[in-house]
């Protein structure tokens, strides 16, 4: 069950609703929307694809050595999977699986257009077509002592890669540009990767006990903000990066204004949803539904539909 919340203290509030909740057999870790379908992995690696409209089963799609992520593309036919052995194509319209060994495991999966998938492979970027052709890569990131360990990914123009290094610092670099001077985001990582919002300029990034907000533009990224959240799972509404929702150990989601920040009161969340478990992963589907991954094996999706943000709002500039 997911309950709205309201609380007097800091004005956050609910106008939406649960339309349906499934528990699954093993705790999931991280999911994705496509066309009527939602696609779960488990922290064993394996994958149940979801019917979107009751959250009944479609099918299981494996990789070997298990998944780790997965990511559906932006028209919602193709399912790109990582794991310690590769990376799969999964198509959704007649089940077809392409699954590639690799050299080196792949961390995550970021989809740059329906057509084209970048995989993270140890320290570098490289991207296929849905057939699992390569197409171009990233010279290999800055190595030790800033040696990227995890939660590699790339802005959707594959300009800038962000990721996690051994010293558990967050750096994001220009692609082009690999042996540059990298932007440290965070000294601390959180326990969820950095994500970019769909139009590139807005960088979310998780730390211990906060989350920094960045602005990704013409110019070196700026910080805008720090939310008072511990995350684990971020989620941007689908657009210009102008709504983010986090989840995390309190049990609560929150809707957060991005690159907005209040004249008097700072950041404050727009509206709140208490789980029965802590979130581990967040997906929107549209901009008003979200799909949640608890810890407790439940998977539920909330009809989303927060009051409009007060007028006196100061707009922060794209750097």
Known sequence: ?????????????????????RRLPWEPTSLSVGVGLIAVVGHRGGV???????????GHVALPGGVTDLAFSPDGRSLALTGPRGYGLWRAVDGRLIARATAEA???????????????????????????????????????????????????DGRWAVGSTHQRKTLLWETHRPSGRPVECEDSSGRHGPVFSDSGHRLAVPAERH??????????????????VC??????????????ATAGSD??????????????????????????SPATSLAWIG?????????????????????????TWNDAKVA
């Open 106 to 156: 792949c961390i995550r999966a970021c989809w740059m257009g329906s057509g084209v998938v970048a995989i993270a492979q140890g320290r570098h970027v490289a991207t296929y077509d849905t057939d699992g052709v390569a197409q171009w890569s990233t010279t290999a990131l800055p190595a030790a002592p800033t040696d990227v360990s995890s939660d590699l990914t790339l802005s959707i």
């Open 48 to 58: 149940r694809v979801l019917d979107l409209d009751g959250g009944e089963e479609h």
């Open 251 to 276: 049990y609560t989601i929150r809707l957060w204004p991005a690159g907005v920040r209040h004249q008097r009161n700072g950041y404050t969340s727009l509206a709140a949803w208490h789980l029965t």
């Open 287 to 311: 901009r008003r539904m979200l799909v949640a991954a608890e810890r407790g094996g439940r998977i539920a999706l909330l009809d989303i539909n927060p009051a409009p943000a007060p007028t």
């Open 211 to 228: 989350l920094s907000l960045w602005s990704i533009g013409p110019r070196r990224p700026t910080r805008l903000a720090v939310l008072p």
């Open 1 to 21: 069950m997911v309950r709205a919340l309201t609380s007097p203290a800091t004005g956050e509030h609910s106008q939406g609703s649960q339309l349906w909740s």
């Open 231 to 244: 995350a684990s799972a971020v989620a941007w509404r689908p657009g210009d990066g102008d709504v983010l």
